[in-house]
């Protein structure tokens, strides 16, 4: 069974940074797109930012110059480097891998738990 695994959250002061990390485990035989979505109390979950297998990046315009996504695919891993953090960056954020579990498998969207960051001001 496939599982995805978030760390890197917590509280940091406004103009901080954190890196997000995510790791995917189980029956895997290829990863697509990797992304990251976050979700404030109130509002509906957004993208933050995806990455293709191809390295290919696309950013919500709100953290455009700010957030980097990169992956590590040998280590079946998609980061998320936050810096120049503003509180409204403040949500639970979660990470999505599109996954072959099997050469004939189709793929299939996995989601990690979520972890908090709260940029205070």
């Known amino acids: 069974q496939v599982q995805l695994v978030e760390s890197g959250g917590g509280l940091v002061q406004a103009g901080g940074s954190l890196r997000l990390s995510c790791a995917a485990s189980?029956?895997?035989?290829?990863?697509?797109?990797m992304g990251w979505y976050r979700q404030a109390p109130g509002h509906h979950r957004e993208l933050v930012a995806t990455?293709?297998?191809?390295?290919?990046?696309n950013y919500a315009d709100s953290v455009k110059g700010r957030f980097t996504i990169s992956r590590d695919n040998a280590k079946k891993t998609v980061y998320l480097q936050m810096n120049s953090l503003k509180p409204e960056d403040t949500a639970v954020y979660y990470c999505?891998?599109?996954?072959?579990?099997?050469?004939?498998?189709?793929?299939?969207?996995?989601w990690g738990q979520g972890t908090q960051v709260t940029v205070s001001s």
């Open positions: 990455i293709t297998s191809g390295s290919t990046t």
């Open positions: 189980g029956s895997i035989f290829s990863i697509n797109v």
């Open positions: 999505t891998m599109g996954i072959r579990e099997r050469i004939s498998s189709a793929t299939n969207n996995y």
